[in-house]
């Protein structure tokens, strides 16, 4: 859409159209991804997930581990394929947000965020980065996608290299 209508303010009007006339795909892109990472990854998820295993057979469910290792294919598998030189910014920008929401679950974990998808956070950051790594690697890659794998491997690196008190775990409720 296109929209430089101004309204009152002050009991003036004046001409202040936004920088961008347009609209941002990926910006549009990026709200639907946030959404869905949101729900996917939100700590009573997870908890749930976590209590499967309690629950049921192991494979009779989708588990907290299925869950990690099909966002890391889903998001990552060009990466780990060496096919990402052809990805586009909305796939990249989807890739820097999601090792970014990792490297917080690893390094400040939202409140009930299960530990096994803490660990699983990390061990998912250590993948990234040796995705990347490899990456950077490739022959055929350009100063895009070089500058995107360094991004993500030090994204990764930085999470997995932070330094933070560790809290004692709560004490648990008595019922």
Do not use: C
């Amino acid at each position: 859409t296109y929209r430089e209508i101004s309204s009152f303010t002050d009991g003036s009007w004046f001409y202040n159209p936004t920088p961008r006339h347009d609209v941002s795909i990926a910006e549009v892109a990026a709200i639907a991804q946030d959404k869905t990472l949101s729900e996917l990854f939100a700590p009573l998820r997870l908890q749930r997930l976590d209590e499967f295993g309690i629950k049921y057979r192991k494979g009779a469910t989708m588990s907290l581990s299925d869950l990690f290792d099909w966002s890391l294919s889903g998001i990552y598998g060009d990466v780990a394929n060496g096919t990402f030189v052809h990805d586009g910014p909305v796939r990249r920008n989807l890739q820097m947000r999601f090792a970014k929401r990792l490297a917080l679950m690893w390094t400040a974990p939202p409140r009930g965020t299960p530990t096994d998808a803490q660990a699983l956070a990390r061990l998912t950051l250590q993948r990234i980065a040796s995705y990347s790594s490899a990456a950077q690697r490739a022959a055929k890659l350009d100063d895009v996608a070089r500058a995107h794998a360094g991004a993500l491997q030090a994204i990764a690196q930085q999470a997995l290299d932070a330094r933070a008190t560790i809290a004692p775990p709560p004490a648990a409720a008595m019922p």
